[in-house]
């Protein structure tokens, strides 16, 4: 039931990637300014203008640089160790044990 939402989300993310950011742009309610006015004569250096921050997508992640917390892993867990279990080295009851008892049948009284 959620599926093809889902899926339909993860086209349209993907979507999103693959279009040139000025049709992206193209879809906001206001303009956007494309060059900078130059206050001066250019030289050989590149002019730069005041920065364009009125919409609030262009400041969404401007955010000055926090490191990561230092990673903090468990603490192993200490196990007891126990002793191997001995296992007999015979398994089978005795030819002597077994010739009294009827191992087939409904028990004898």
Known sequence: MLRPYLALLLLLCLLR?????AWVLALHRHAHTTEAAATRQRTDHELLGPRHT???????????????????????RVQVIYRPLVVPAQLAASAVALRGTALRGPPQA
């Open 54 to 76: 009125h919409c609030h997508t262009e400041t969404f992640y401007s955010v000055s640089f926090a490191p990561a917390l230092p990673v903090r892993l468990p603490q192993p």
């Open 17 to 21: 990637t693959l279009l040139p950011e």
